[in-house]
């Protein structure tokens, strides 16, 4: 009720503003909506990357996030949990969500009792790297079996939450390697949302044709393309593809373009991103586009609205 009592507002709001404001569509136009989701590595927690979300969100309080967390930032030997958390903290607002976002960690395969596997890595890395930390490019889908997988979802879950952090419902597979195996395990699992495929032709330009990346990306999602829209993938779980692709890969102009011809073909989502680590980089990419979006949103007689997550 709550929520509908909001909405009404949001609404009287708006149509208060549309009187004011010409180029505002009506309450009734229709809507896209452009979801902000954040990749977060397990890299790297570097004060330059969390202050470039932090002045953002400051700049941007209205723009919800879906933090797709990793779990591996708190395994390493000697780290500090609690300063872990609260570097983390320092860049969550409540309208965001916490979600989870995997990569094939060695470290986390080992906390998990999964047996690590080397093979494929999407960035032709060798990972068998005895000794050191390793494991970040190895495709969880072609690697792992269905129960593997299933078993390190809820040891993923469970490292999250042992932090205080919500139980994920959200996901997205690190260099999008999903296929049917993390389906059925996110299934298991509970979660809800999906956001594992992106149009490999986003990333030509970094990885190259002959890369791994895009062929295996090829392979798991053929016919990704950037009017993509969502779908169920099985009962209660829905897929919300990365049309729009990651701002590391996707420049201001690309971004403008897909927006242009998602508003052109009357679709209603758009999802894109940036990675914690490289915010520092990137972030200063999507800022860029947002007046411009807003623009073209209302130029079309569309209503952009800044995607949240129940
Ligand atoms: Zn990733």
Redesign the pocket.
């Known amino acids: 009720m709550l929520r509908f009592l909001l909405s009404c507002w949001v609404l009287s709001l708006s149509a208060g503003l549309a009187n004011a404001i010409e180029t505002e569509p009506a309450p009734n136009a229709p809507v896209i909506t452009v979801y902000i989701t954040v990749?977060?590595?397990?890299w790297s927690l570097d004060e330059e990357n969390l202050d470039a979300m932090r002045r953002f969100r400051a700049r941007y309080p209205y723009i919800p996030m879906l933090h797709?967390l990793?779990p591996v930032y708190f395994l390493r030997p000697d780290v500090d949990a609690e300063q872990i958390k609260a570097q983390i903290d320092s860049t969550l607002l409540p309208i965001d969500t916490q979600g989870l976002?995997?990569?094939g960690w060695k470290l986390l395969m080992q906390r998990c009792e999964i047996p690590y596997r080397t093979t494929p890595s999407f960035a032709d890395a060798d990972e068998r790297c005895p000794g050191k930390e390793c494991g970040?490019t190895v495709s969880l889908e072609y690697a792992y079996s269905t129960e593997e997988l299933s078993k390190l979802l809820a040891c993923s879950a469970n490292l999250l939450t042992a932090q205080g952090f919500a139980r994920p419902r959200h996901f997205?597979?690190?260099?999008w390697q999903f296929g049917p195996k993390l389906t059925a395990a996110l299934h298991a699992n509970g979660f809800l949302w999906d956001s594992s495929s992106l149009p490999p032709s986003l990333l030509t330009e970094k990885w190259g044709e002959d890369s791994s990346m895009l062929k295996l990306l090829r392979r798991l999602h053929p016919d990704a393309s950037v009017l993509d829209q969502p779908r169920l993938l099985a009962d209660g779980l829905w897929h919300y593809p990365n049309n729009a692709g990651l701002m590391d890969y996707t420049s201001t102009a690309q971004l403008l373009e897909i927006f242009k011809k998602l508003l052109d073909a009357k679709k209603p989502v758009m999802v894109t991103g940036f990675?914690q680590e490289t915010a520092f980089i990137y972030l200063d990419k999507l800022e860029d586009a947002i007046a411009q979006m807003e623009a073209a949103a209302a130029l079309a007689g569309i209503r952009l609205e800044w995607g949240s997550y129940d």
């Open positions: 990749d977060w590595e397990g797709l990793n976002h995997l990569h970040y997205r597979a690190g260099g990675h």
